[in-house]
């Protein structure tokens, strides 16, 4: 067995002793702890309602029930804050390996990223790449969208819900976002290149980086120094990456354990139907992808999504992409696409080339509607579907970034923003689809910008 498969290996094996730890731990040990939360669930729904059917605001029992709701929240607060605790020995492997793969991000887009623009020469070059990898970006994401939006037509999850219009003001704890040009600007420029590096804000580093290449280019021989000192960082940090990675099936172990202890195996069969049609409608993408790909790479496309095993069962396992990134820039190297192409085009897929995501919100906000019963015409999801596409973009790194672009898009439609508490029980299940979905788009788009350009090899292994 190679050193890769046995990665892959002990990574699936985590992956299955995580869930088996978990469900013992939910079955004996968090039992009390998960009977505390949803008693005091009940506790605070049955306030809420006493005080939506109290018509006068201005009697006594009123303010008596404000401050029976208060007390109820901080009862719920502290009981998920004594489970958290509990659980702190698990998520402490997953918190320290992204932690480490964060470290490394920023870093190892920088060095690349300069040195494939360096390598690429002039801003016509750089502008053409640029191009051809934005063309490839909008359609794939275009087309999640619309795939999205038929799988969730033709399923209708949201129907066996039949739920009652939750009250205007009830609370998902999920903060919108607004459609600002203000915001949007400020996650594409940055002020400082440090708080840029330091907060990961990836597309902020892209912009500095696609600077600094093509004035390091632009200076001749003076900068070939700089691009030789890159190009060692980037080659010490990669060597980095494979210490980081032999952690990887711990970090794995921990968070499955974690998740299936605190939710157990019964957020499964809650919404069976609902996670079985969209992981359906997730495969249904996959096979899309590699069809175009295909396409186009022809039947070298199977031996990249076979190179992709590993760094699609980290980004699944931990429901972080970014935890996969270093291992899918170093796959697709292998796989012959040339660096500078790899540099320059996956950093760009993980602010611009989120299919999974993509998939997810329109699937997700229509599967809200249908909840409610609210039909949406035609017209009004196809202008949802544009309004998320322009949403989505720039907003990597925001902490539930898919269900935050939701919370701020369904608005504009009268869709309830409480439905999003549809979701949050199982959003961590359908990330883990999500963030393996971006690695398989992102693999295949680097691939296809390659071979555009006449930079594909052969693989190098």
């Known amino acids: 067995m190679s050193k890769n498969n046995k990665l892959t290996f002990f990574i699936f094996l985590a992956l299955v002793l995580g869930v088996g730890l978990g469900y013992y731990l939910n079955v004996h040990s968090f039992k009390d702890h998960n009977e505390n939360i949803a008693k005091a669930?009940?506790?605070?729904?049955?306030?809420?309602?006493?005080?939506?059917?109290?018509?006068?605001?201005?009697?006594?029992?009123?303010?008596?029930?404000?401050?029976?709701?208060?007390?109820?929240?901080?009862?719920?607060?502290?009981?998920?804050?004594?489970?958290?605790?509990?659980?702190?020995?698990?998520?402490?492997?997953?918190?320290?390996?992204?932690?480490?793969?964060?470290?490394?991000?920023?870093?190892?887009?920088?060095?690349?990223?300069?040195?494939?623009?360096?390598?690429?020469?002039?801003?016509?070059?750089?502008?053409?790449?640029?191009?051809?990898?934005m063309l490839w970006f909008m359609s794939a994401s275009l087309l999640s969208l619309i795939l999205g939006m038929i799988m969730v037509n033709l399923f209708k999850p949201g129907l066996a819900m039949n739920l009652p219009l939750p009250p205007a003001n009830a609370d998902t704890g999920i903060h919108k976002i607004a459609l600002s040009m203000k915001d949007f600007i400020s996650h594409i420029v940055p002020k400082s290149m440090t708080e840029a590096m330091a907060t990961n804000e990836i597309l902020q580093i892209v912009v500095f980086s696609l600077f600094f290449g093509v004035a390091t280019a632009a200076i001749g021989e003076k900068g070939q120094i700089i691009i030789k000192f890159f190009d060692a960082v980037a080659h010490v940090i990669l060597k980095v990456t494979g210490y980081v990675m032999n952690f990887a099936p711990f970090a794995v172990f921990g968070a499955m354990a974690a998740i299936v202890a605190k939710q157990g195996l019964s957020v499964l069969s809650t919404y069976a139907i609902f996670i079985g049609e969209f992981y359906g409608s997730m495969l249904l993408l996959w096979v899309v992808l590699i069809l175009i790909g295909w396409s186009i790479l022809k039947g070298r496309v199977f031996n990249l999504m076979n190179r992709m095993k590993e760094p699609v069962l980290l980004a699944f396992s931990?429901?972080?992409?970014?935890?996969?990134?270093?291992?899918?820039?170093?796959?697709?190297?292998?796989?012959?696409?040339?660096?500078?192409?790899?540099?320059?085009?996956?950093?760009?897929?993980?602010?611009?080339?989120?299919?999974?995501?993509?998939?997810?919100?329109?699937?997700?906000?229509?599967?809200?509607?249908?909840?409610?019963?609210?039909?949406?015409?035609?017209?009004?999801?196809?202008?949802?579907?544009?309004?998320?596409m322009l949403t989505s973009k720039g907003i990597a790194g925001v902490p539930r970034a898919s269900l935050v672009v939701i919370a701020g898009t369904i608005a504009t439609f009268n869709i309830p923003e409480a439905g999003l508490a549809l979701l949050i029980g199982i959003d961590p299940l359908l990330d883990m689809g999500r963030s393996a979905t971006n690695v398989v788009g992102n693999s295949i788009a680097t691939a296809v910008v390659s071979k555009w350009e006449g930079e594909l090899t052969e693989p190098l292994d």
């Open 41 to 133: 669930e009940t506790h605070l729904k049955n306030v809420e309602v006493k005080l939506l059917n109290l018509k006068d605001t201005t009697v006594v029992q009123y303010a008596e029930l404000n401050a029976e709701k208060v007390l109820a929240q901080k009862e719920r607060a502290n009981a998920e804050a004594v489970r958290e605790k509990s659980l702190e020995p698990l998520t402490l492997l997953s918190d320290i390996f992204l932690r480490l793969i964060k470290m490394i991000v920023a870093p190892l887009v920088f060095s690349t990223l300069v040195v494939g623009v360096a390598k690429v020469g002039d801003i016509k070059a750089v502008g053409r790449i640029g191009g051809k990898t």
């Open 318 to 388: 931990t429901a972080s992409s970014e935890a996969a990134y270093p291992k899918t820039m170093l796959q697709l190297e292998r796989f012959g696409c040339k660096d500078k192409i790899v540099s320059f085009v996956l950093p760009l897929g993980y602010s611009f080339n989120l299919d999974g995501s993509m998939l997810y919100m329109t699937f997700a906000s229509l599967f809200i509607a249908q909840s409610y019963g609210i039909h949406l015409s035609f017209e009004q999801q196809i202008t949802m579907l544009l309004i998320l």
